[in-house]
């Protein structure tokens, strides 16, 4: 028997006896090894609104997450491990890293190891907003800098305003939400000639999925420069956003310093053992790359065919325009059984559209295609 076939049986019948319920256990095993393809959200939309990875997490983690479970009311203790697979696959030092609960953890970590009320935020516009949420608690001023006219960083304007003292400046690269990328000779040429006092936070949560090559991480800078730290996360590429498993990469005197915010018992064990499976690689980044080109090839067709111009995407979603109201498109879009982005001001011209499984961008494209004929896009 193998391996799969060992884990659904053997726990099967295992959990089967704690519960009696046999037969209902087999059909949730099933659902659990089985594709996620098709998985709608609450209202039973086909959710092309949140930059997932729609082929779901990898089978060789959901087997390890079910072996997991049954450790699952001990204290986790998986830290470490989760250190090492990740420094190996990396190429780093297990003390370059901090894991965290999700990258949103990292990210707000950032923010009470670097802002202040001395130390404002650089941000673009528009841009992944979530560091400027913990304003509510830690007050800090933010200085936005729009994006320039190729949808890049404004690295210029940016790297002028940090002139003024010291600052935290963050770099979603790709970003989101217009999935363009900023040019990395630009940025390295700055983090290269920027004093310890300016602090980058370089989010790479989309850094697998791009294909310009004017673009490189910034993993290069974790030893000369305590001042940069690389976010990543496991929700994307390796299709574990409920898990939330994310960390960051950094100077170990920088790392010792993002710890000290961490909680105690992370990460979660179930999250753990899914990230180690998945780092093992059962090749699941090729087949997210590979269907999220797929995905990308039907949108491009058809957004040309009805002439709808949009922004070059290295990440699993695209910014397109919409000829019409962003509300009442998403509505439609809805009552077509599809969940397509939320507003990012100021592009309200545009809907940013996450890639799904071809046959759900082919379900897109019919939907998009008959709202031209009815004049609506
Ligand atoms: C640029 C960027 N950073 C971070 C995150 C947060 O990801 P997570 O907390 O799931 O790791 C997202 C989520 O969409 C994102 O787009």
Redesign the pocket.
């Known amino acids: 028997m193998d391996r799969r076939g060992f884990v659904t049986s053997g726990m099967a019948a295992g959990l089967a006896s704690i519960t009696g319920g046999g037969t209902a256990l087999g059909t949730l095993l099933d659902r659990a090894l089985g594709p996620s393809a098709g998985r709608r959200d609450q209202e039973a939309l086909i959710r092309l609104s949140?930059?997932e990875n729609p082929l779901g997490v990898a089978p060789a983690a959901r087997e390890a997450i079910i072996e997991a479970i049954v450790d699952a009311n001990r204290y986790g203790g998986r830290h470490d491990e989760v250190v090492e697979a990740l420094a190996r696959h990396l190429g780093v030092g297990t003390d370059n890293l901090t894991l965290g609960f999700?990258?949103?953890?990292i990210?707000q970590i950032c923010t009470q190891a670097f802002q202040g009320p001395n130390t404002p935020l650089i941000i673009a516009e528009p841009t992944?907003e979530?560091v400027m949420g913990y304003q509510d608690t830690m007050p800090f001023e933010v200085h936005t800098v729009p994006l320039t006219a190729d949808w890049q960083h404004d690295v210029h304007r940016m790297r002028e305003i940090s002139m003024e003292r010291p600052s935290v400046v963050y770099f979603?690269n790709p970003n989101?939400p217009t999935g363009t990328i900023t040019d990395s000779a630009d940025i390295d040429a700055w983090i290269a000639g920027a004093p310890e006092t300016t602090t980058f936070v370089m989010?790479e949560?989309?850094v697998e999925y791009v294909t310009d090559d004017r673009y490189w991480d910034s993993l290069r800078w974790i030893d000369e420069k305590p001042n940069v730290v690389v976010?990543r996360?496991f929700?994307k590429i390796y299709g574990m956003?409920g898990l939330?498993l994310?960390f960051a990469v950094s100077h170990p005197t920088t790392a010792d310093r993002l710890r000290e915010h961490t909680i105690n018992n992370g990460p979660n064990m179930l999250a753990a053992a899914a990230a180690l499976a998945s780092l093992e690689d059962d090749g699941i980044v090729a087949r997210s790359i590979a269907v999220n080109e797929e995905a990308k090839a039907i949108v491009h067709a058809t957004l040309d065919e009805l002439g709808l111009e949009y922004l070059p995407t290295n990440t699993n979603f695209i910014m397109h325009r919409i000829n019409g109201d962003l509300e009442t498109y998403r509505e439609r879009m809805a009552e077509r059984g599809l969940r397509v982005g939320r507003d990012f001001p100021p592009m309200l011209d545009h809907n940013r559209l996450s890639f799904g499984l071809p046959n759900e961008m082919d379900q897109w494209a019919s939907a998009i295609r008959d709202f031209r004929t009815r004049g609506w896009i």
Do not use: M, P
Not at 102 to 105: I, K, P
């Open positions: 949140s930059n999700g990258s949103t953890e990210l992944f979530d979603c989101n989010d949560a989309y976010v996360t929700s956003a939330r994310g």
